[in-house]
């Protein structure tokens, strides 16, 4: 058999195989994710592209869009937040009790959420300045906070009917609730934060290389520390969304919300070891996870399936970025 020489390629030139390896799939896989769906789901049922549907969608999105910019700013250190679902409904929980006092829808939604921002600074303390790994922080914590939300309700849902809330949850700008606006508005200072700030910077060189970063002088302990305590602002506006949405303050924990959180952030790119995030990736994948439940519900498919479709989708996203070198 005679062997064939190698192939000289041209400077400049580059053979498909090297493309696929340098693209950017870590910022490609929710885009494509998404436009795939929207496809597949509009071409299976007509309801799917309505106005009625889209707006929705979004709305349903919003609380997954909040937890996934918090949980990218964790990530983005090399860290994990597990305990974001309990500090939903911690902060949920307080909402409820502090309205059913007649003290005021404003002080309960602000107290909910200094609630779920104190679970996220306790958090940062204990895992910046007590340098314990954070997957048993916040393991603690999910528990700590689940505990603490049955204990306050003795395990009941406190009912939230105010005018105020209803209208918020019910209003928006045409198709588009004030629910998705806020979490939208909140993306965005998000995206500002970690892109053009100093703060933002030292986020990602925490990441990046903890150690390279202190001796340039960045003080990780203390960035590791605000980013759980934004962690925790993020659920306590998710809980606001949540009480507004179902009209009462639920005190059993959506596992859903934690599992999902985490996957839109995969999904959207972020880096799992820290050092390279980005905020529309997150945003993105959020909306594609719920886009996703939104067409099997259409279809009719069992919601015992739905976990399956979601896992399955995370699944391809990191076999994408795979390829990422």
């Not at 896989?29 to 929705?56: K, M, R, W």
């Not at 090399?78 to 902060?91: E, F, K, M, T």
């Not at 959180?261 to 980005?278: E, N, P, Q, S």
């Amino acid at each position: 058999m005679t062997a064939s020489a190698p192939t000289l390629e041209a400077p400049g030139q580059t053979t498909w195989k090297a493309r696929l390896r340098h693209a950017p799939w870590h910022e490609l896989a929710a885009p494509v994710g998404l436009v795939l769906l929207v496809v597949v789901f509009s071409a299976l049922n007509d309801s799917f592209l309505t106005v009625a549907n889209i707006g929705a969608l979004l709305t349903a999105s919003a609380i997954l869009i909040l937890l996934a910019v918090g949980q990218s700013f964790v990530m983005a250190t090399g860290g994990i937040d597990l305990s974001i679902a309990s500090q939903v409904a911690l902060g949920a929980v307080v909402l409820g009790l502090v309205y059913s006092t007649g003290a005021g829808i404003l002080l309960a939604v602000i107290a909910g959420i200094l609630t779920a921002a104190l679970t996220g600074v306790i958090n940062g303390l204990v895992i910046g300045k007590g340098r314990i790994t954070d997957f048993i922080v916040t393991l603690g914590m999910m528990s700590a906070a689940q505990g603490a939300a049955l204990i306050f309700s003795s395990g009941r849902p406190i009912t939230v009917l105010d005018g105020g809330l209803l209208r918020f949850a019910s209003g928006g700008i045409g198709p588009v609730s004030w629910a998705f606006l806020v979490a939208l508005g909140v993306a965005v200072l998000a995206h500002l934060l970690l892109f053009h700030t100093r703060f933002g910077v030292h986020v990602l060189a925490t990441g990046g290389n903890a150690s390279s970063a202190n001796e340039v002088g960045v003080r990780t302990q203390r960035i590791k520390f605000a980013v759980y305590a934004v962690m925790g602002l993020c659920c306590g506006l998710a809980a606001v969304l949540l009480v507004a949405r179902v009209g009462s303050a639920e005190p059993a924990v959506n596992t859903t919300f934690l599992l999902n959180g985490i996957a839109a952030v995969v999904l959207g790119g972020v880096k799992l070891a820290g050092g390279r995030a980005t905020i529309l990736g997150p945003v993105t994948g959020a909306i594609l996870l719920q886009a996703l439940v939104n067409g099997l519900t259409l279809q009719g498919i069992s919601q015992f399936y739905q976990p399956l479709a979601v896992g399955v989708v995370v699944v391809a996203a990191a076999f994408l970025v795979r390829f990422q070198k």
